[in-house]
Nanobody, 120 residues
Framework: QVQLTESGRGLVQVGGTLRLSCTAS????????MGWFRQRTGNQRELVAA???????IYGDSVKGRVTISRDNAKSTVHLEMSSLKPEDTAFYSC??????????????WGQGTQVTVSS
């Protein structure tokens, strides 16, 4: 059974650091690019970051320079860290396994997602 489970604090302060983790079932983690997307109220879903099976990274333009994605293959887990948080980082964050890459999220397998609120 394919499963993605996200974890991390949902309420963070402006200027602080967000840390999210996503653990995937082994049958999906090892074979796929993994990524994080977010959807802010009134906006379309956007890529935050993605990491390929060999560690290549892709970052969304709106967060570039503030975000790091990494993967722990031994634990089938992908980590997201975003610093210098702003109120506009408030969004619903979702982990995804991306068999066709971050350019084709329509084919992704999604976690349940987590609401992140950045407060002042």
């Amino acid at each position: 059974q394919v499963q993605l489970t996200e974890s991390g604090r949902g309420l963070v302060q402006v200027g602080g650091t967000l840390r999210l983790s996503c653990t995937a079932s082994e049958n999906i983690f090892g074979a796929n690019t993994m990524g994080w997307f977010r959807q802010r109220t009134g906006n379309q879903r956007e890529l935050v970051a993605a990491i390929t099976t060999i560690g290549g990274t892709i970052y969304g333009d709106s967060v570039k320079g503030r975000v790091t994605i990494s993967r722990d293959n031994a634990k089938s887990t992908v980590h997201l860290e975003m610093s210098s948080l702003k109120p506009e980082d408030t969004a619903f964050y979702s982990c995804a396994a991306l068999p066709l890459g971050p350019e084709n999220p329509g084919h992704a397998v999604w976690g349940q997602g987590t609401q992140v609120t950045v407060s002042s």
